[in-house]
DNA sequence: CCATTTTTTTAGATAAGTCTAAATTTAATG
DNA sequence: CATTAAATTTAGACTTATCTAAAAAAATGG
């Protein structure tokens, strides 16, 4: 068994890891997970012993098999929580992380399928992020930045980069949720702020390059 | 903010005094919380730091106003998850200990508030166990041990003394649930084991004293 | 009411996870 | 490529919750 600890730094390496099976630096780590590099370094040796990690000092980390299995299942069950708690206890979207990073934790195999088979076997999470699946595995939708989306382009919104709260209030107050399909109308060329229209609403929005590059669509 | 082992604490002190304000020994709580007295006692001078208990060497212990409405949360929480698990999550009533052992110790007031409304404000638990309201009041019914009950009366099971799951499958498999009513044919005077019929169905079951003096009943 | 048993507390250690400060390794730069 | 800067690890210490063994207090019972 690992404790909430250990499968914190588990979640935290894999996103750090990203796509590739790139190494992830101890300083990344700790920037994270919020504590001092050299509470890091040790908890690497600890990973390490547990065969999560691929550990070599001063080289960087990447996670085993089943390192990775673990940090799966913690963010399937993180996303199941939110699903959960946006749908059925009526949470807002931007209110469900820091709820979900204790739920997650909670351990019983059998709750989880309960939940899942109780939430109607979802594939996203409120926030449009897939939900891993028993074994592992989720859809990955190809999905593309708006900022990197060209005038006159319709597309509809799928996910978030940033999932801090003051975005996704900001996002739901500009008319921005998921599943929004919108045109991008007119890109301004100094700064990249782009003019956006919502489709079946006539309502057009001014956002910042800044916002535009945290906002993923799919065409 | 405690952390899950002095809330366990709390707990099982609160549990221990039972209704009246008795101290509490130190080997009690040991027993209860599965640990040696010289961590109890450890741990009680922390409790008594934060004036969460009233607290006097080789004198025993009771809780303060503040420990009991944190012990009081902590039971609402229990239950009310349970009852989430067993209603929602078609969890069955001997399964659901253990895992709201580990729910009662997520920490968000809105969390508990939403479930409450979600199951639809109860007022009891799947094991006929009262739940606390916000402010730690619930109802006390009046309640016989069934072993108490003389022949002939006509009593409802509504709740048990021991919480273990297998003397919880054993009165599902006798068909003895929470609600039923059922009838006092005979007791044998030797054992104190008794026959009993439940109503609407001709069934007879016989009992031990040892079963009987483990299920609560109302008249 | 004194001796023995039981209960409780103290003392000293251990493991997990954290920290700061210092040492070491790697990377960057002129 | 030698020196400085940055990243990483080691060393030593602290906190929480636990333990065992020994000491102290309370309860029991002839």
């Known amino acids: 068994m690992n404790s909430f600890t250990e499968e914190n730094y588990l979640k935290a ?3 750090l890891m ?10 990344e780590i700790a920037d994270a997970v919020n504590t001092a590099p050299a509470s890091v370094t040790d908890m690497l040796k600890k990973l390490s012993d547990k065969k999560m990690i691929h550990y070599a000092k001063y080289k960087g980390v990447s996670l085993t098999v089943s390192g990775k299995k673990v940090a799966l299942n913690i963010i399937r069950k993180h996303r199941l929580w939110e699903l959960f708690l946006v749908t059925k206890l009526r949470f807002k ?9 204790q739920l997650e934790h909670i351990q019983s195999e059998k709750l989880v399928q309960r939940l899942y088979q109780f939430l109607g076997k979802p594939k996203f999470d409120p926030h449009g992020d897939p939900i891993p699946d028993e074994k592992g595995n989720f859809f990955s939708q190809k999905t593309f930045l708006l900022s990197e989306i060209k005038d006159l382009h319709v597309v509809t919104i799928t996910g978030v980069v940033d999932h801090h709260p003051s975005f996704l209030q900001y996002l739901v107050k500009s008319g921005l949720s998921l599943g929004k399909k919108i045109k991008v109308r007119e890109t301004t ?3 990249k702020s782009m003019n956006i229209s919502i489709s079946n609403s006539k309502v057009s929005v001014h956002i910042s390059y800044d916002v535009a590059k ?3 669509v799919t065409l």
Request: hydrophobic fraction near 30%; charge should be negative; proline fraction near 0%.
């Open 13 to 15: 390496i894999y996103k």
């Open 18 to 27: 990203g796509q590739g099976d790139g190494k992830v630096s101890t300083n």
């Open 189 to 191: 060329d100094y700064d």
């Open 214 to 216: 945290n906002i993923l």
């Open 93 to 101: 979207w931007d209110e469900v992380h820091d709820l979900a990073e």
